[in-house]
């Protein structure tokens, strides 16, 4: 078994998003534009808000990708042109593949807004491959109950499983393309050797706490984005004996389709064609409309 060295660091990127929510992004930024066959990862806040004033992201299109929604703090409702609808709390993923396209729209649950509190979680885009990008749009979700947890031989390290496998459990959620995403947490003086198949680009990005990643041990603190050389078959990292806290990383990975990304905010397909008519068909309704 060989440990796949890092490749480099990013930082994330603090801006907002939707109607005014901060948001840290390791990409895309200017060092950074895609990571094939990921689009953009965001992580959403940590952020308190009072009562009456947590923002979200109203209608908005997509097409082209899937979007994936893991909260870990607060509850967000949805809604879709497509009459679905539902809420996601702590601990609960959302897999929303887009496809030939869906006005969707992100806020706050009423009861939440109300109150207010804590909002913290997450999303990633996945690029559809060519084949797919026109397909029926389509949703899985998991509460945290449903979401398989892994845990190593010493109890030291655990794994939210959202796709792929790790620690000896297999992930319920059905993927495009074959795709990895974890969440682990380790204690102090844990240390994990995760295999990652060699046709797949990995990174990881950490959540919480300060890690040391690949063979040399290198650290790097939280909210920051480490990424692999495709030079071995597992992946390492560890939580320092002396920390005073957990680490928590996302492992991500997948296959990279190597196709032509013409991306235009809410809508990634292959050709400018494509693009022009998904802003078209957006236009003119033929994405439907959210009852609200």
């Known amino acids: 078994m060989t440990t796949r060295?890092?490749?480099?660091?990013?930082?994330?990127?603090?801006?907002?998003e939707g109607g005014g929510f901060i948001v840290h992004r390791p990409f895309p930024t200017r060092q950074l534009m895609d990571f094939d066959p990921f689009l953009l990862l965001d992580e959403?806040?940590?952020?308190?808000?009072?009562?009456g004033e947590a923002v979200g992201a109203p209608d908005h299109p997509h097409r082209g990708f899937e979007t994936v929604t893991y909260m870990l703090d607060g509850c967000f409702g949805h809604k879709d042109s497509a009459g679905h609808s539902g809420t996601l709390r702590a601990g609960d993923v959302q897999w929303m593949t887009a496809g030939a396209g869906v006005i969707h729209s992100e806020m706050p649950d009423p009861e939440f807004a109300r109150q207010g509190g804590r909002i913290h979680g997450l999303q990633l885009w996945v690029n559809l491959p060519a084949r797919d990008k026109m397909m029926a749009p389509r949703y899985q979700e998991l509460p945290t109950a449903q979401i398989p947890v892994g845990r190593s031989q010493d109890g030291k390290a655990s794994v939210k499983v959202i796709a792929?496998?790790?620690l000896?459990?297999?992930?319920?959620?059905?993927?495009?393309?074959?795709?990895?995403?974890?969440?682990?947490?380790?204690?102090?003086?844990?240390?994990?050797e995760q295999p990652v198949?060699?046709?797949?680009?990995?990174?990881?990005y950490a959540l919480a706490g300060s890690g040391l990643y690949g063979p040399d041990a290198t650290p790097v603190a939280a909210q920051q984005m480490v990424t692999f050389a495709s030079d071995g078959d597992t992946v390492t990292f560890a939580a320092p004996e002396d920390a005073s806290a957990p680490l928590e990383i996302l492992l991500i990975g997948g296959v990279p389709l190597n196709e032509p990304v013409v991306r235009y905010g809410p809508f990634v397909m292959n050709t400018e064609q494509e693009i022009r008519q998904a802003v078209l068909d957006y236009q003119t309704g033929r994405m439907g409309q959210i009852s609200h």
């Open 168 to 192: 000896g459990v297999r992930a319920a959620i059905e993927t495009r393309t074959p795709i990895l995403y974890q969440h682990f947490t380790l204690q102090p003086g844990a240390r994990v």
């Open 197 to 204: 198949p060699g046709e797949y680009r990995v990174f990881a």
């Open 44 to 51: 959403m806040g940590p952020i308190d808000y009072a009562p």
């Open 5 to 16: 060295t890092i490749e480099r660091v990013y930082p994330a990127v603090r801006t907002t």
């Open 164 to 166: 792929g496998e790790a």
